[in-house]
Structure formats: C-alpha cells, structure tokens
C-alpha cells in the first residue's frame, strides 16, 4: 500500500511541474539562492518515487514475515506522505487565485516579506526530503532482502494460499457442504445439456463465497461422464507453457491417457499436443480462479470442438472474465443466507455437539459473529474452525467478536481466511486500492450513496482525467471495476437500472481497516473501544459517536475528516480540526447539530469538499471566498438562505447543492426553495451541479455561461423569464437533468423551445399549455428521456397520448397533472416503464389498464386522488408488478386494493397509509423490497 502514498505524492508533484509553476521557480530562483535548483529537486523526488514505485509494484506487500522490508515500506510510506504535504503547500503559495499572474506575485512577495519566508520554508523541507528518498535508497541496499521480487522463489505469496484452499476443496466430505444444493442442480444441468457444441460454464463472486467448492462438489460427481477431463488452477503470475503442461499432465494421469513428456517442448508443441489429446474426445476442464481473460484467450485455439458436448468451466472473482461463458450459463454466488449460515458455522463450531447444537450461553455472541460473517462460507467456517479450539465461555466469545480486526491480523489459524481476501485487494489495479480502502471509513452496513462517493474520491485526488471524460465519468468507472471484481456490493439500483447505493461485504471490510491501519491510510473511530486518533491520522471518520470524541487531539496531518450518523457536540472538535488541521482535503459534517463553521476554515487552502447537509448551519463565513481548490459544496437541507458574493471566486467549483426544504410532507406546491446566488457564479465555467436556485431576471439571462452544466434545478420561474431561461439552457450540450418550479400554482410554464438531446431527467412544475407535450422537448428528447415529473401542470386533455411516445420511460408521476376523470394506459405503451405515480388529481374516478400496457411495471403510487373509488381496471395484467403503495385514499380503497390479490397471478404487495407516522414508519420496509426487485433488473 506504499504504492498508494506514492502515487498521492507524485500526483502532486506533477501538478507542481505545470508552466505556472516552472515559471514560478525561475522567478523565485532571482530572489533566493534555495530556489536555485528547486525545479532540479523536484524532478529528482520524483524519479526516485517512481523507481521505489517500481521496486514495491514487485514485491510480495503481503508477507509480513519480512520484517526490514515492512520497516523500509513504512518509512517510504510515510516520507510519501510528508513530500505529499509539502508540496500540497508549496503549490498553493504559488497558484493563490489572489494575484493575475506570476510578475504580479512576485512583486507581492516584497510587499509582504511572510509569504517569501513560507515559500522558502517548504523549499527547504523539499530538499530535506530528497536527502531522505536518496538515504533511503542506500537503506534499502544494505538491509531489504530482495528474494521476495515477483521473479524470486519466494513469490506468489498469497496465490500459495490460493492453490492450497482449492486442493482442500477436493477433500470436503457432503455433509459439511451448506446451502449448495439449488446451485449444485443448476451446474449440473448446464453440464449435461443436450447442446453438443462445445460451451463455457462461468461461476463467479466474491473471494471466499464458495465457487470453488461448488465447482469441486460437481466436478467430482460429473467427471466421469467424460472422457478426459482436468482441473486447473490459474495463478495471476502463470505461463501459457506451465498453463498448457499442467493441462496435458492432468489429462494424461489417473490412466485417462498414457503419460506425456512435455518438459522439453516449446509452445507450438505444447498447443499441438493439446489439440490431438481434445480430438474425438468430450472432455471437462475447470479453469479455477482465474483473474483475467487473457489466460483463457491464450489457450483458446487448443479448446477443440467436435461437438461431443465438451464444457469448459470457469470460476473467477471478476465480471468481465465471468462474461466468457453466455448469459444463460453464467452463475453468481451471493452469500449465503441466515440460517444456513447458521448451519455451517455451528458444523464448524461444535463438530462434537449433538447435532452441532450451539450452547444457550455462547448462542448471543455466536449470532453476533455469524452476522459479522455476512454469509460469506470461508469466513464461517475459519471463524467456526477457531472457536471450535477456544474455551466455550461467553468472555472469551465476546473477545473474539469485539476484536475480529486484530484476530485477522494476527490469529495465523484465519491465515487461510486473511489471504484468500487479501488477494483480491493484492491484484487490484493501483488507481482503486485507495477507493476500495476508503469505502471501509463508513460505518458497517453503511450503504454508500454512489454519487456523493465519487464526488468524495474525486475530492480526494483518487481519479485522474482520462482523454475527454470529465472526473465523475471516470469516477463511476472505478466503481463499477470494484463491483466487478466483488470488491463491493449492489445493494440498491435506480429505475434505470444504475447503481443507486453499494455496500462493503463485513469481513471484507474488516481486512480493509486492518489495511488501513497498517498503511496509516486512515482511522474509523465508531465506539469508545476505537483506537484514538494520533499526530499522523491523515483520515479520521467518526461514526455513531455519542459525546465520546478526544476533543484535544492535535491531527496536524489530518486530509479527510467524515462524521456519519453523529450527535457529537461538535464545536470544540470543529475549531481544534480547523485551527490545527491546515491540509484537510474533505470536511464532510452532514447530519451534525451545529449552527456556525468557524472563520478558520478559510485557511483550509486543500479543501475540495465542503459538506453541510442536513445541518443548522445558516449562514456561511467570509472566508470561505480563500477556499481556491473547493470542488463540492454541499449545503442541502441546511439553514443557510443566501451564499456570499464570495462564492463566485471559487473557480475550481463543480458541485453547487444549495437547496432548503420548506414541507417534509410534500403535498403542497412548494416543497422546497432554493438559493440566491451572487451574479459572478455564472462563470465558474467547471460548474456541473447546481442544485439549486431561485430565479430572477438576470440569472435566466446569465445562465448559459454555464455550458457544462449536467444538473440543473430552478424555483420561481415567471412566465415572462420562460424564453430566456429556454435559450440559456438550449446551450447546455451536456443537460441530463433539469427540474424546473414556476413561482406558484397558476404560473404557466411557457418551455415550447427547450431543446436539449441530451436530457433524462425532466420535472416541471407549473401550469403547461396543451401544446407543451406536443413541444420538440418531448418530441426530440422524447427518446432520451427516462424519468418524467409534471405537477400543477393541470392540463385539461389527457397527456398519456403524447407522453406514450417516451418509450424509454422507466418513471413517470404525475401530480396534479390532468384535470379529467380517466386515465387510459393501453396496449403498447410505456413498454420500460418501471415506477408510475398518480397524484393529488381529485377529478379522477377511473384509471384503466389494457392488456400489453406497462409490460415492466414494477411499482404503482396512488396517492390522494379522492374519487378513485375503484382499483385500476386490468391491473391484473402488470404481471411484473411488485407492489401498490396507496396514501391518503378514499375509505374504502385500501380494502379493495388489498382484495385484488385473488386477482394475479404473481406476488403483490399493497401498502396502504392515512398517516404520515405510519407512511415513515413503513419505509424501510418498502425500500426493502424495492432493492431487491430491482437488483434483479
């Protein structure tokens, strides 16, 4: 994990070697001889980083038995770190928004002699710190063996443990095997299907999940309706010949075919062999944990097909290698569920109990540490495994629960355990090993916003710009590559079928703060057993703390400071951390109960990420005008009314939420307002969120400054401001979402010539003309858009005909939006639509469904529509619905509602609430199933 800080410290120092920069030095090298060969120094620290990179990109991280190498990567880890702040500041002094250009700043620097002592203050510390890279080089030499390089003999330290686990899942007797059963039938199906060509079986999830075992327990039963067949395990540092020879060997033994000598062909005579020993033959080969595609494209040409129903089959902990097999014959292994958790855990636990029955007195803490499992096999029975050999007291259970972390750590009998996780985070890519560490500074089974993440980890300099994507898109692409390789899990899906929130396996996140604490990457501090923070913390996230926090704590090196789920009186801490915490990169305080931030923020020059969501805060500083590096203010649902002029100096800005929530019920017109915001905002030209603000004359006018704008929300929007704000937003290319307020009720919205291609989301509300639906927003955006708001539009004319032309729809609610008594959906129409509401629309007395229509519908919202006394005619044929959510309904409605289930054919749930304690109340639960319908999208 070096690596990382490394590669944290050169991303710093490339950013320094800019023109500016360069011009910068020249200057400063007239005026002070320690600036002479400052731009020398800094290319050297840099040269010398890339090669320790090299050298630690070669080597086994994991082995810690190595003792002067882990001394040595701690010592390169921690100078990264420091080179890391100094230049963080050295780039600051030098690129301040203050001044218009570098001649300008130097004449500054006589005016105010403190700035030259700062500058060459950090100069000076830089060339302290390539004396310490170059001693440490030569430290290196004389103490670091180098027998643990990749090409050494003692490499592929965790790919042993690897191999070994997958040889011990040959020996598992069938009774010991838990909750395989349905897979088991499923693998053996594909197997013996009657399509003859030759196909590719893929089984994939998680390290630890079970694949091999599954695999294991068909292979041995079905082997034998083969001809030949061979297991094969792939490491991540294998040859194509050792690959092709253990192939030919495992054929070859048991007396399937006379033995082969191979040790002396090349790979034209390795590939031959092959290919005669696969003739005439229908043969199984199992290519276990495989990590890549190239490993199967390079034996690919010697997979013969004689259409004899030969089957491949493939287990890998990765998406894209799991894609070699078609979709209908690729199985992904989720956890396993409570109670056959249970099961396998107490088999391991109590091999010699009755039944493997848990005694009542240990039954607490075993249930504890089973849900700490999360279903994941591999660590139930290793954590069975070493309670099995401990004393079956409560206080030695509870021991083991509460301190799970060290136990990975240091307990060699879960090395087993340990290494199989470890060597998923091993062979991630550098660029995501620090994203996937800092998804564990949350609480367990937090669910990770996919949004704010990324806006976090951008903040954090984790991502860096690839050709024409913005960060963000990047961003999302790392995320995804964690899901993939089942670093993370899904855990929620939008209506379009994106990841909405994703969640750290427990166990997994346990190794990761293990890795974190090692590396010093960072510290979740979540009960009063954590470890404190320290001088050298540089991330410290505080979770469901309750007046419990060290408020005295001095963090000088402190990047990133998270507080989740917090009641911590928190103005002391905030003033320690801002006074004392001059790097701080992210602040993020949502939820906290404070009404004021300090003055002191302004001298945070890292800052990227401000966020004060959900807070009291109401008004912000002045000096939040210094904040040059700001990326993300965060200020929604705050109590914070107007932004100051400062705001519009803040040139890096991309995400503005500044929005206040006026009724949590949401049944009146204005539910929430935004902000007003100085005039010189207009051309923070990287702004790409705004969210959101109130509307005038001269913001509709300036507001297409902003081209890069990708969100977009406006309240009091007047009819006569509509053709401006119109041709401001046609300017903007890149406009996925756009939510527009009119200033009350009857104000109509006059949007005829919106054009934006590119849009997916729209939400109008205000009054809108009959010939809005007909307008080239929906007749040219009509294909791109996929979720639609209209509310107050009070149209007269039914909207279903002009909006069924939005075939890609997968939301659609409509508040307030038709003034007639019925709603007819028919046969075709919205054929993706996933969720459908129904609002507050009192003349509507009947809702009818023809055969064909919605063929998706997943969800339906009634909500307040006073005469609808009648359940929606045919909504027996939404055969995929899941449930009816039904509020504030006429009496007699939810009785009705809740009698249609003698009516279909599948499950539905119907929800009915009059209250709004009882509609809170249910939520969980709803979002509960809502999740899982959607994971299955």
Not at 174 to 195: A, C, F, P
Not at 858 to 868: A, N, V, Y
């Amino acid at each position: 994990m070096a690596e990382s800080a490394i590669l944290a410290a050169l991303r710093v120092l490339g950013d320094l070697t800019s023109e500016i920069a360069k011009l910068a030095i020249s200057k400063f090298s007239k005026l002070c001889s320690t600036y002479k060969n400052l731009e020398a120094n800094i290319n050297n620290i840099s040269s010398e980083l890339r090669v320790m990179q090299g050298f630690l990109d070669g080597i086994e991280m994991d082995d810690q038995s190595n003792k002067p190498q882990v001394a040595w990567i701690k010592e390169v880890h921690e100078l990264a770190n420091h080179i890391e702040d100094i230049v963080s500041e050295f780039a600051y002094l030098i690129n301040n928004q203050k001044f218009d250009g570098i001649s300008i700043y130097v004449t500054k620097l006589f005016k105010d002699p403190k700035l030259l002592v700062h500058l060459k203050r950090v100069a000076s510390q830089l060339l302290v710190a390539e004396t310490r890279l170059v001693n440490l080089a030569r430290m290196k030499e004389r103490w670091v063996p180098t027998t643990n390089v990749s090409t050494g003999e003692n490499s592929n330290y965790s790919n042993e443990y690897s191999y070994k686990m997958a040889i011990s899942a040959h020996f598992i007797d069938e009774d010991q095997i838990v909750g395989i059963k349905n897979n088991s039938e499923k693998l053996t199906s594909w197997l013996n299907s009657k399509n003859l060509e030759l196909s590719v079986i893929s089984v994939w999830g998680m390290g630890g999940v079970g694949k091999t075992t599954l695999v294991t327990n068909v292979f041995k039963r079905e082997k034998n309706n083969f001809d030949c067949h061979a297991w094969i395990n792939i490491s991540q540092s294998y040859t194509v010949d050792n690959l092709l020879q253990n192939m030919i060997s495992e054929i070859c033994k048991e007396g399937q075919i006379n033995s082969i000598n191979t040790g002396n062909k090349d790979l034209r005579e390795l590939k031959e062999i092959m290919v005669k020993l696969m003739k005439r033959k229908k043969y199984l080969i199992v290519l276990d944990d495989m990590w890549d595609l190239k490993a199967f494209q390079d034996i690919r040409d010697t997979l013969v097909n004689d259409h004899r129903g030969s089957r491949i089959m493939i287990t890998s902990r990765i998406a894209n290698v799991a894609s070699l097999a078609p979709e209908s014959n690729r199985l992904e292994l989720e956890p396993l569920p409570e109670l056959d958790s249970w099961d396998l855990f107490c088999k391991k636990a109590f091999p010699i109990e009755k039944n493997h029955e848990c005694p009542p007195p240990l039954k607490k803490w075993a249930k504890e540490i089973v849900s700490k499992c999360d279903g994941l096999p591999l660590a139930l029975v290793s954590l069975g495994g070493v309670l099995s050999c401990s004393e079956k007291t409560e206080s030695e259970w509870r021991r083991v629960h509460d301190q799970l972390t060290w136990e990975l750590d240091n307990n060699p009998n879960l090395d087993p355990l340990k290494n199989i996780l470890n060597l998923s985070f091993k062979y991630l890519p550098k660029y995501l090993k620090n994203c996937f560490l800092h998804c564990s500074l949350f609480a367990e089974d937090f669910r990770l916003p996919r949004k704010k993440l990324l806006r976090l980890w951008i903040a954090e300099g984790f991502i860096q710009q690839k050709g024409r994507s913005t960060l963000e898109e990047v961003a999302e692409g790392y995320l995804m590559d964690l899901i993939h390789r089942s670093m993370l899990q899904v855990v929620e899906k939008n209506y379009f079928g994106r990841v909405k929130r994703c969640q750290m396996h427990d166990t997994l996140r346990e190794l990761a703060i293990s890795l974190c604490k090692r590396e010093n990457f960072g510290l979740m501090q979540e009960d009063n057993n954590s470890e404190n923070a320290h001088s050298s913390t540089r991330r410290l996230s505080i979770t469901n703390l309750r007046d419990t926090v060290n408020h005295d704590v001095c963090l000088p090196k402190l990047r990133t400071f998270l507080s989740v789920d917090n009641d911590v009186p928190s103005s002391p801490l905030l003033s320690m951390i801002f006074d004392k915490s001059r790097y701080l990169t992210v602040v993020d305080l949502e939820g906290l109960p404070i009404e004021t931030v300090p003055n002191a923020i302004g001298d945070l020059f890292n800052l990227n990420y401000l966020g004060l969501r959900h807070t009291m805060v109401k008004s912000l500083p002045k000096s939040i005008k210094k904040l040059y590096n700001l990326q993300t203010l965060d200020l929604f649902c705050s109590q914070i009314q107007t932004l100051p002029d400062g705001i519009a100096e803040l040139r890096k800005l991309r995400h503005l939420f500044a929005e206040v929530e006026v009724d949590p019920t949401y049944r009146s017109f204005r539910t929430r307002t935004g902000m007003s915001l100085p005039k010189g905002i207009f051309y923070l030209k990287d702004l790409q969120t705004i969210q959101s603000l109130e509307s005038n004359a001269m913001v509709v006018r300036e507001l297409g400054n902003l081209t890069q704008l990708r969100s977009f929300r406006i309240y009091n929007v007047k009819e006569n401001q509509s053709v401006e704000l119109c041709k401001s937003l046609s300017k903007m290319s890149f406009l996925s979402l756009v939510n527009i307020n009119a200033s009350d009720e009857e104000e109509i919205l006059q949007l005829d010539g919106l054009n934006l291609p590119q849009l997916q989301k729209l939400c109008l509300y205000g009054k809108l003309k009959e010939t809005m639906l007909e307008s080239p927003l929906f007749k040219i955006s009509g294909d791109s858009i996929q979720m639609l708001r209209l509310g107050w539009s009070q149209l007269q004319n039914d909207p279903l005909p002009s909006l069924s032309h939005c075939r890609n729809l997968t939301f659609l609610h409509l508040k307030r939006a038709y003034e007639g008594q019925r709603l007819i959906f028919q046969a075709g129409w919205f054929p993706k639509l996933k969720s459908l509401g129904l609002e507050q629309m009192s003349n509507l007395i009947q809702v009818e469904m023809e055969q064909g229509t919605m063929a998706t519908l997943e969800e339906i919202w009634l909500w307040e529509l006073k005469q609808l006394v009648e359940v929606p005619k045919g909504i027996e044929h939404l055969v995929s619905l899941k449930w009816m959510g039904c509020r504030y309904m006429p009496v007699d409605f939810g009785g009705l509602a809740e009698g249609t289930h003698q009516l279909f054919h599948f499950t539905c749930r119907v929800f009915t609430f009059n209250d709004l304690s009882a509609w809170y109340a249910s939520s969980y639960f709803i979002g509960k199933i809502m999740r899982m319908s959607l994971q299955n999208l």
